[in-house]
């Protein structure tokens, strides 16, 4: 029988902005997020990026394997934007059931991004086709010009580029992935019959202290960037609000320890195998239990316009920790936010 003071049954989450990589990384990897999400929108950041509809089947194909037996769970992928991308591949991809989405990186913006979009002209075509067959643009939401303070990127952007992008596009559904700051999530709302948002665990509990007081901190360093106080308020105010266009995204983001904890260090947490800890001690301060299952387990689908899993999570007010690290098979230590820590929640897959 349960001791737990809190038992909550959801539908099994889905996870709407996952990073698997691929090799060792992803055998590492995977089996945290398919423990606790049934489904996620995988993120084709790789080196080179998912570009070819091939690649990303092929590239699911690796994922499916590296899922434990048990674990019932559905990579979506997506396409990485270029300058120049090709709309009928794209329209291929979509077609076939190998793409839902496509993802807009600018260029230099975040890992693994070089690839990415150095103007808007150079996807007009692409967005005018995903916009013509319904397949939304995922968007990494910050500007890189150099006269931009990191702080400000995620602002700029939305009043330089995601403006245009909605003005020049207007049946173009878009979702703004791991917004950071009251002004995105202000846009959101704004815009709540073609826009939604991801919101990760770490951006609700980190502020810019976090990453800076007392020393430098490498292990919250993620992009964008973690704001000041007053944004990481306001993100706790969407995700625990109830309101549909927001939605679970853990951007959980594996690297090499080394390349974390040296002079120029990775942008990313891996957070997989405490998110959905994180997240329900966020709802529970909010006081906001009951929309819980809304943000992490129907509002993504509703917005993909797939059906809610059919299994169900447990999810227990009882103490639980995470390991520190997780170590790959060929002797790579990745650390995990939160790893190592008390938590005051036990969460558990039923199917
Ligand atoms: O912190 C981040 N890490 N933000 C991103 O946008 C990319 C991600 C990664 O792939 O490491
Ligand atoms: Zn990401």
Redesign the pocket.
């Given at each position: 029988m349960s001791t737990a003071e809190i038992t909550l049954t959801i539908p099994t989450p889905d996870d709407w902005h996952t990073?698997f990589?691929d090799g060792e990384i992803l055998k590492a990897v995977v089996p945290h997020t398919t423990a606790q999400f049934g489904r996620s929108i995988v993120?084709p950041?790789l080196v080179p990026p998912i570009t070819t509809v091939d690649a990303a089947a092929a590239y699911r194909e690796r994922i499916k394997a590296a899922v434990p037996a048990g674990h019932s769970y559905t990579p979506l992928m997506t396409c990485y934007l270029t300058d120049g991308a090709s709309p009928d591949e794209m329209e291929r991809g979509h077609r076939e059931g190998v793409w839902v989405a496509a993802k807009l990186?600018p260029a230099h913006?975040?890992?693994?991004?070089a690839h990415g979009v150095t103007s808007l002209d150079a996807i007009e075509p692409a967005l005018s086709r995903m916009e013509k067959i319904g397949m939304p643009m995922l968007v990494?939401g910050?500007v890189t010009d150099h006269d931009v303070d990191i702080f400000d990127r995620e602002k700029v952007f939305i009043d330089r580029v995601l403006s245009e992008v909605l003005r020049r596009h207007p049946g173009l559904r878009v979702v703004m992935?791991?917004v950071t700051t009251e002004d995105g999530v202000a846009f959101v709302r704004a815009n709540p019959d073609r826009m939604a948002a991801t919101i990760t665990p770490h951006h609700l509990v980190l502020n810019r202290n976090d990453l800076l007081v007392g020393g430098i901190r490498p292990h919250h360093?993620?992009?964008?960037v973690v704001k000041r106080e007053k944004h990481r308020l306001a993100l706790r105010k969407a995700a625990t609000s109830g309101e549909k266009t927001f939605f679970l995204g853990t951007?959980t983001?594996?690297?090499a320890i080394h390349l974390k904890e040296c002079a120029c260090g990775?942008?990313?947490?891996f957070n997989a195998p405490t998110t959905m800890q994180v997240y329900t001690q966020v709802f529970h301060e909010e006081n906001a239990l009951q929309h819980l299952e809304g943000f992490a387990s129907r509002n993504g689908p509703a917005f993909y316009g797939l059906p809610v899993n059919e299994g169900t999570m447990t999810i227990e007010q009882k103490p639980s920790t995470a390991p520190e690290r997780v170590t790959t098979n060929d002797g790579i230590d990745i650390v995990v936010f939160k790893g190592g820590e008390a938590l005051n929640w036990t969460v558990t897959r039923s199917s």
């Open positions: 990073h990589r993120m950041n990186y913006a975040t890992t693994n991004s990494h910050e992935e791991h360093y993620c992009l964008p951007d983001a594996p690297h990775c942008a990313g947490l």
